[in-house]
C-alpha cells in the first residue's frame, strides 16, 4: 500500500464525525486519526457499550469503487468521553456488560462505498414503522463481521439485553444523509429557507 493510498483510506475513514447504525446514533462507531476511536451501543435509554478503541491499518484491496482494507481494532474499557461524568448511572457498561475476550484485538475486512443506501437499521425487525420515507445516506462503511461483540462475549448479566438487540448482526454504518427529494422536500426548503 502506497503512503497516498494509506492516507485516503486513513481519511475517508476518519472523516464522519460519526458512522451511525440509527438515526438515534444509539449504535454508533467513529475512527480517529490517531489511531483511536469510539464504539456505542445502546437501545433506548440503555447503553451498554461507550468504550474507547485503538485501531491499526493493516492492509488495503483499493478498487476505484469500493476500497476494502483489514482493520485491527482493540476494545478498552475507557468510557466514551461523552458520558464519563454520567457512568455510574449506567450498571451494565463495558466491562461490566462484556467478558475479558471482548477487550482482545480482532481483525475486520472493511469496504468503503460512495453511493445512495437506506440507513442501515431500516431492515430491521424491531424497528417501528416508518411515517415518513427513511433517510437515504451518500457513505457505507461495511464490515466482514460486526465491531459490537458477539453474544458469547457478554456477561451473564447482559445476555437477555444483548439477544433482544442482537448488537453482533449490525454490520453496516452510514454516513452523510442525503437531501429528501420531491415535491414536499421541496416545498419544506422553500419555507426554511
Request: hydrophobic letters at 35%; glycine letters at 4%.
Amino acid at each position: 500500500m502506497t503512503g497516498d493510498s494509506k492516507d485516503s483510506l486513513i481519511s475517508a475513514l476518519c472523516g464522519p464525525e460519526i458512522w451511525q447504525w440509527d438515526s438515534n446514533g444509539s449504535c454508533s462507531i467513529s475512527f480517529k486519526k490517531d489511531g483511536t476511536g469510539l464504539l456505542r451501543a445502546g437501545a433506548e435509554l440503555s447503553i451498554f457499550i461507550a468504550a474507547e478503541f485503538a485501531w491499526e491499518l493493516k492492509s488495503s484491496e483499493n478498487t476505484e469503487d469500493n476500497p476494502s482494507f483489514d482493520i485491527q481494532i482493540t476494545l478498552t474499557t475507557r468510557v466514551h468521553p461523552y458520558l464519563r461524568e454520567s457512568r455510574q448511572h449506567y450498571t451494565l457498561l463495558n466491562e461490566q456488560a462484556l467478558t475479558s475476550a471482548a477487550f482482545q484485538p480482532k481483525t475486520y475486512t472493511i469496504r468503503l462505498e460512495e453511493g445512495r443506501f437506506d440507513e442501515p437499521a431500516t431492515p430491521c425487525v424491531n424497528s417501528p414503522p416508518f411515517l415518513h420515507r427513511p433517510p437515504k445516506f451518500a457513505l457505507r462503511l461495511s464490515f466482514d463481521k460486526s465491531p459490537f461483540p458477539p453474544l458469547e462475549e457478554w456477561r451473564e448479566e447482559a445476555k437477555f439485553a444483548a439477544e433482544q438487540c442482537r448488537f453482533w448482526e449490525y454490520k453496516e454504518f452510514a454516513d452523510k444523509e442525503v437531501p429528501r427529494d420531491g415535491v414536499l422536500a421541496a416545498l419544506l426548503h422553500k419555507v426554511t429557507g
